[in-house]
T-cell receptor, first 117, second 118 residues
Framework: AQSVAQPEDQVNVAEGNPLTVKCTYSVSGNPYLFWYVQYPNRGLQFLLKYITGDNLVKGSYGFEAEFNKSQTSFHLKKPSALVSDSALYFCAVRPKGSGAGSYQLTFGKGTKLSVIP | ETGVTQTPRHLVMGMTNKKSLKCEQHLGHNAMYWYKQSAKKPLELMFVYSLEERVENNSVPSRFSPECPNSSHLFLHLHTLQPEDSALYLC?????????????????FGPGTRLTVL
């Protein structure tokens, strides 16, 4: 069974500084990896995904994530944080394959990002 | 967020009530999902429908009853709920088709219904 760990419940960063939100995963075989963001009282919004190819994936709102197979990690990054980036961030994994359950996303518990003005 | 809409946005109900949550997707997708989001817990997948057929039911209590009349609409019928069922219920859709969808599919979420069971 696949699993996702987001080791930090909360990350605080000053506006203008680079930010990193960590994610590690466990899955049989190669994974598909996703990042979502949730603003207060809103649903999840898709940010980016890793399918194959370049390990550095660029997504919405200036975010990017780096797939590291040896470390089984998929950390979310942004060079310069904005106050408006403050939200809850979720990492998710899905195994490659076409069998039953391959559509199932397994989510981490989420990391609350606070960007301080 | 207008691609997937959910109504109502907030719902308060007693344990003996019957209510329904509605989800509608305007993206032309073939698969729809119900998730439960509780505080400090990962999102829990409840049900998956693909081309209007249920393909997943993750051991959800029978007091939750899904219905998918067509590929654009998904309902979650609620009856005799418990206070621990209070949560944010999220609907999502993706392009995938039965039985397993395409693994690279992105799921797009609605804004959720905040349910409080008294």
């Amino acid at each position: 069974a696949q699993s996702v760990a987001q080791p930090e419940d909360q990350v605080n960063v000053a506006e203008g500084n680079p930010l990193t939100v960590k994610c590690t995963y466990s899955v049989s075989g190669n994974p598909y990896l996703f990042w979502y963001v949730q603003y207060p009282n809103r649903g999840l919004q898709f940010l980016l995904k890793y399918i194959t190819g370049d390990n550095l994936v660029k997504g919405s709102y200036g975010f990017e994530a780096e797939f590291n197979k040896s470390q089984t990690s998929f950390h979310l990054k942004k060079p310069s944080a904005l106050v408006s980036d403050s939200a809850l961030y979720f990492c998710a994994v899905r195994p490659k394959g076409s069998g039953a359950g391959s559509y199932q996303l397994t989510f981490g518990k989420g990391t609350k990002l606070s960007v301080i003005p | 967020e207008t691609g997937v809409t959910q109504t109502p946005r907030h719902l308060v109900m007693g344990m003996t009530n019957k209510k329904s949550l509605k989800c509608e997707q305007h993206l032309g997708h073939n698969a729809m999902y119900w998730y439960k989001q509780s505080a400090k817990k990962p999102l829990e997948l409840m049900f998956v429908y693909s081309l209007e057929e249920r393909v997943e039911n993750n051991s959800v209590p029978s007091r939750f009853s899904p219905e998918c009349p067509n590929s654009s609409h998904l309902f979650l019928h609620l009856h005799t709920l418990q206070p621990e069922d209070s949560a944010l219920y999220l609907c999502a859709s993706s392009q995938g088709q039965a039985p397993a969808g395409t693994p690279t599919d992105t799921q797009y979420f609605g804004p959720g219904t905040r349910l409080t069971v008294l």
